[in-house]
């Protein structure tokens, strides 16, 4: 039994208070496991953890759009190719709750925007309001250097949209801290979750690779990935697939290596973590930091 998790790639601040948040959620996905619950249920776990803690970019806590809006994308993948995901839904506590039963529940993978709302709501989960009065702070503090002229570096044509889509904005290129969790349980089998607010900065509507199967979250039986970083070059390297694929003839940290490769190949900043068939761990990023830890063999180990 092993579980992996990530909290986000980038420069990270307070960076040893967060690791240890990453150690405590650890401990709790893998205890899943340990009572014999499914690899799909430590994953959705550890991941409803980290979104409820408000030190991560997921649920609680998330980066604001272009507009201030917290805009929400998650995904969940089990071996067997079943999936679900929610991309750009607002007003939800745990977006990777609802993307399971998006997965479970109806005949579709992906429900975005109002509809994936409207969908949440017709389950039962409740009005949710995830802006914290942090997040809100930093928006405020970063008005001026946008109207400035000054674009995040990952969003280098924003300029143009200043005063189009809002007064107000915000700007930081900091953090791509995108949350996830992949496990494989006592009986072999394979899962991943993935769940962000996104990129600071982004327009309305922008859907990252998190929700999109193959890019930011992906299983099967060979392996389990989750991703997090630069979501647009991650969509075009189908990153998630790529590794998962690469894991059929290689260990989980070789098909990660070999991942890093080409996205540097391709300037693309991201990290990921996985898991392959045979119970081997892979993580890496190209980024300053990143956020990860795993326990393997009840031993933890947290980078």
Same mark, same amino acid.
Request: hydrophobic fraction near 40%; glycine fraction near 8%.
């Given at each position: 039994?092993? &579980?992996?998790?990530?909290?986000?790639?980038?420069?990270?601040? !307070?960076? $040893? #208070?967060?690791?240890?948040?990453?150690?405590?959620?650890?401990?709790?996905?893998?205890?899943?496991?340990?009572?014999?619950?499914?690899?799909?249920?430590?994953?959705?776990?550890?991941?409803?953890?980290?979104?409820n803690n408000p030190n991560f970019n997921a649920g609680t806590g998330a980066t604001l759009s272009l507009e201030g809006k917290v805009e929400?994308?998650?995904?969940?993948?089990?071996?067997?190719?079943?999936?679900?995901a929610v991309a750009c839904i607002k007003e939800v506590k745990n977006p990777i709750l609802v993307a399971r039963k998006v997965m479970e529940e109806t005949d579709h993978i992906i429900l975005s925007g109002e509809g994936a709302v409207r969908f949440a709501r017709f389950m039962g989960f409740p009005k949710y309001n995830p802006l914290t009065q942090e997040?809100?702070?930093?928006?405020?503090?970063?008005?001026?250097? &946008?109207?400035?002229g000054n674009p995040p570096k990952a969003?280098? !044509?924003? $300029? #143009?949209?200043?005063?189009?889509?809002?007064k107000d904005f915000n700007l930081s290129d900091e953090k791509l801290g995108t949350v996830g969790a992949c496990a494989i349980d006592r009986k072999g089998k394979l899962a991943s979750a993935t769940s962000t607010g996104g990129m600071f900065m982004h327009l309305p509507g922008r859907v990252g690779d998190t929700p999109i199967i193959g890019a930011g979250t992906y299983a099967q039986t060979s392996g389990a990935i989750s991703c997090t970083g630069h979501g647009e070059c991650i969509i075009k390297l189908c990153l998630a697939k790529v590794t998962c694929d690469a894991m059929k003839s290689m260990k989980a940290q070789e098909a990660v290596n070999l991942a890093l490769k080409l996205s540097d190949q391709h300037n693309c900043k991201c990290g990921l973590i996985g898991v392959d068939g045979k119970g081997n761990v892979g993580f890496g990023f190209n980024t300053p930091q990143m956020l990860w830890g795993y326990i393997k063999s009840d031993a933890l180990t947290v980078g």
């Open positions: 039994m092993i &579980l992996i998790i990530h909290g986000g790639a980038g420069k990270i601040t !307070n960076f $040893k #208070k967060r690791q240890k948040i990453i150690a405590k959620v650890c401990k709790i996905g893998y205890e899943v496991l340990k009572n014999n619950g499914s690899a799909l249920d430590a994953v959705e776990r550890a991941v409803v953890e980290l979104e929400l994308d998650a995904a969940i993948m089990s071996d067997d190719l079943q999936s679900g997040r809100k702070k930093v928006f405020e503090q970063r008005i001026e250097k &946008l109207k400035a969003f280098p !044509n924003l $300029k #143009k949209f200043v005063g189009k889509y809002s």
